[in-house]
């Protein structure tokens, strides 16, 4: 998910449960619009590749995100701005308080994508 608050979300995703979350969040950063001024993207360490980095500098983004602490060459973060990340948390908690998003009862992806949606709507009124 991309998420730009904790009620507002950018972009979405599903991924299997045996798949690296990586590929599709590069699919989604990609898919967005390139920002006109360098914009900040605070990442999750499941998203420190190299790969992953270098697709989002090259549109546009500064990328805020740690490294693995078995880095062979770590580099440096804005440790400050990192701590805001916690906002996009918060959506995932206001998104797990819908218990059908939160139990995942719906084995199709389009219908539990669908109330995931839904939800997110929801968040978005109040």
Sequence with gaps: MVSANDKLALGLSLSGGNEHDAPEGRKLITSMIKPGTKTRLLMDKAYEGDETRKTAEELGYIT???PKVNRNNPWKYDKELYKQRNIVERLFRRIKEFRRIFTRYD????IFIGFVYFG???IMIK
């Design 120 to 122: 997110l709507s929801i």
């Design 107 to 110: 084995k199709l992806d389009d």
């Design 64 to 66: 805020i995100v740690p």
